[in-house]
């Protein structure tokens, strides 16, 4: 699987969005770019995942560059309870393959 | 819908018992499952690639002996450590894998070991 490099932490504003970017310069053709978040003291929560057209679903957006080396998180509104661990993370989705986790960048969201 | 459950939240234990945390899918069916360990203020870590009906595939330095893995079902999974030990404290994380066009991993809400 390919590596990914992220921000150790970042902050944002309430209300304001939160863009988290993550560099995967080694992608492969197949691999798809995932994104997780992880709560303090929880199990890891799925948010979108994509391979090479932007994605949006109701939590999130995926920004991915055209030559797929990166990618960005977007949190259109982000409130206090998205603080959190975002982990980003490329592998293939054909098949049930293991993620391999990062450090992932710490996400405060203040008031 | 993917719903992932492990029971027990919490567990303590004595050092030199063993320990059985159990991982379910409670909406789909899931051949592969993976097992996770998370130490504190550090990332998961995989431990074990587990798949129903087959023994598990353990990731390099995981004790494969201490860390008991059994898939007998498309809907459980379940991690014994035998004879624990209070390095063995961790938070131990499940998932499991749904196919929708692609894989998706669907995590449990994580199990916290704590051997005294």
């Known amino acids: 699987d390919a590596k990914t490099t992220q921000p150790p932490s970042m902050d944002c504003a309430e209300g304001r969005a939160a863009n988290l970017p993550c560099n995967h310069s080694t992608i492969s053709g197949n691999e798809y770019v995932y994104w997780y978040r992880q709560i303090h003291s929880q199990g890891p929560q799925y948010i979108i995942h994509g391979l090479k057209n932007n994605e949006t679903n109701e939590m999130a957006s995926l920004i991915i560059t055209e030559d797929r080396k990166s990618s960005t998180l977007i949190l259109p509104h982000a409130t206090l309870r998205d603080t959190a661990v975002y982990y980003c993370?490329?592998?293939?989705?054909?098949?049930?393959?293991?993620?391999?986790f990062g450090d992932g960048t710490t996400l405060t969201v203040k008031p | 819908g993917a719903v992932v459950s492990q029971h027990p939240s919490w567990v303590i234990c004595k050092s030199g018992t063993s320990v059985k945390i159990e991982c379910r899918s409670l909406?789909?069916?899931?051949?592969?499952m993976f097992w996770y360990r998370q130490f504190p203020k550090q990332s998961l870590m995989l431990m074990a690639t587990?798949?129903?009906?087959?023994?598990?595939?353990?990731e390099q330095g995981v004790e494969k002996d201490k860390f008991l893995i059994n898939h007998a079902s498309l809907t459980l999974s379940t991690l014994t450590v035998t004879s624990a030990h209070p390095e063995d404290s961790s938070f131990y994380i499940c998932s499991a894998a749904l196919h929708r066009g692609t894989y998706e991993q669907y995590f449990g809400p994580g199990t916290r070991l704590t051997v005294t």
């Open positions: 993370i490329v592998r293939v989705g054909t098949n049930a393959g293991k993620s391999t």
């Open positions: 587990s798949n129903e009906g087959s023994k598990a595939t353990y």
């Open positions: 909406d789909f069916q899931a051949t592969t």
